[in-house]
Structure formats: C-alpha cells, structure tokens
C-alpha cells in the first residue's frame, strides 16, 4: 500500500480534496482535479509587493479618515465633512444597524486586514513568523469579503450627484486617498499568496 505523508498534501479550498504536493515549474498554475478551483498560483515578488501595497494602504487610510472629506457650500455657508460624519449622523438619526454596519465595511475590516498583514509579512520578510500569526491571518482572511469601500464610493457618488443641484460639493483630499485606496486593497488581494504564511508556520511546527 502506497502511503501519503501528510505534510506533503494539500487541500482544495472549494471542496477539500486531498492532492500530493508535486514539484511543478515555478510559474505554473495547479487545479483542483475534481473541481477546478486553484491550489497554487505563482506570484512574482508577492511578499515585497503584498508588504508595500498594504503600507501604502495604511498610510492612505490615515489620509482619508484624518483629512477633510467632502465639503458643501450652501450660499455663504460651508458645512465640512470627514469619512466618519456619515456614520455618526446614521447613528443619531436612529440607524444604530447600519452605522455599525458602515462602521465595519469602510472602517474597522479594511484597517484591521491593513494592520494585519504589516504586522505579519514585516517580520516574515526576515524570516520570522510574529506570535499568533496564524490567528491573524485567519482574521485578516475572514474581514476581506467584508471591506467594501468600492460600494460605499458608489453610494456616495449617486448621492453626491443628487446633492450637487442643492449644493456646491468640494471634494477634500480624504476623498481622493478614499479613491486610491479602493485601488490598493484591490491590488493587495491579488498579489497577496496564502501559501507564504502557511508554508512558514507549517515549518515553524
Ligand atoms: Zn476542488
């Protein structure tokens, strides 16, 4: 009987089939034989650019929740907005659901995904695995379907055309770090390879 180490399969994500690890060129894509889905995609410089795309992300979150937002004129009046302002007045205005639910997708998931990749690929870029990385990283796994500035943006801009015949809109600087950081967390889930993680604490066991 042919017998399997264990630590040299691996499992499909989508149906948990078992495969042997098989030495493939290094630029090759491995499917699932049952379902298609993909165990291993090569990506070129994935901790160097997964690392530099998420310092970006933190340094442009800074930006967009620091600076003004929107402002709108109404005559010789100015009312100035920052990102948070919209969560506050859902809060006040008797939507405590949805300002929680804002709360999470445009602020506290994009941050703590941010946070915790710095906080895992800093060390592991000089080959050290921070403790409870692994809980971090299911954590930073689990919030991704749940940053959703992209439909905020949307939202915002339908309400920022129908706003724009009462008011004068001036966008601030948040906005634009808003916009570029869309880009980046877009840009993070592609480069980022799971396998950089759990093949580093699979040998740190
Ligand atoms: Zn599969």
Same mark, same amino acid.
């Given at each position: 009987?042919?017998?399997?180490?264990?630590?040299?399969?691996?499992?499909? $994500?989508?149906?948990?089939? !078992? $495969?042997?690890?098989?030495?493939? +060129?290094?630029?090759?894509?491995?499917?699932?034989?049952?379902?298609?889905?993909?165990?291993?995609?090569?990506?070129?410089? +994935?901790?160097?650019?997964?690392? =530099?795309? +998420?310092?970006?992300? !933190?340094?442009?979150?800074?930006?967009?929740?620091? &600076? *003004?937002?929107? =402002? &709108?004129?109404?005559?010789?009046?100015? $009312?100035?907005?920052? /990102? #948070?302002?919209?969560?506050?007045?859902?809060?006040?205005?008797?939507? *405590?659901?949805?300002?929680? /639910?804002?709360?999470?997708?445009?602020?506290?998931?994009?941050?703590?995904?941010?946070?915790?990749?710095?906080?895992? #690929?800093?060390?592991?870029?000089?080959?050290?695995? *921070?403790?409870?990385?692994?809980?971090? &990283?299911?954590?930073?796994?689990?919030?991704?379907?749940?940053?959703?500035?992209?439909?905020?943006?949307?939202?915002?801009?339908?309400?920022?055309?129908?706003?724009?015949?009462?008011?004068?809109?001036? *966008?601030?600087?948040?906005?634009?770090? !808003?916009?570029?950081?869309? &880009?980046?967390?877009?840009?993070?889930?592609?480069?980022?390879?799971?396998?950089?993680?759990?093949?580093?604490?699979?040998? +740190?066991?």
């Amino acid at each position: 009987m042919r017998v399997m180490r264990v630590d040299n399969l691996i499992a499909c $994500h989508e149906c948990d089939l !078992l $495969h042997q690890k098989i030495n493939t +060129s290094a630029t090759a894509t491995a499917r699932c034989v049952r379902c298609g889905a993909v165990l291993f995609r090569f990506r070129r410089n +994935s901790l160097d650019r997964t690392l =530099a795309l +998420s310092l970006a992300g !933190l340094i442009l979150f800074a930006i967009a929740n620091m &600076f *003004p937002f929107l =402002a &709108f004129k109404f005559g010789t009046q100015v $009312h100035q907005t920052v /990102l #948070l302002t919209g969560i506050k007045e859902l809060y006040l205005q008797g939507w *405590p659901g949805l300002a929680a /639910l804002v709360l999470l997708t445009t602020f506290l998931a994009p941050l703590v995904i941010l946070l915790g990749l710095v906080y895992i #690929l800093l060390p592991l870029k000089f080959d050290y695995l *921070p403790p409870r990385a692994m809980p971090v &990283f299911r954590w930073v796994r689990c919030l991704q379907p749940w940053s959703m500035l992209e439909i905020f943006m949307l939202g915002l801009l339908i309400s920022m055309i129908k706003l724009i015949k009462m008011a004068e809109l001036v *966008p601030g600087v948040a906005l634009m770090a !808003l916009m570029a950081l869309i &880009f980046v967390m877009a840009a993070t889930a592609v480069v980022l390879d799971p396998h950089l993680v759990w093949d580093k604490w699979e040998l +740190s066991l």
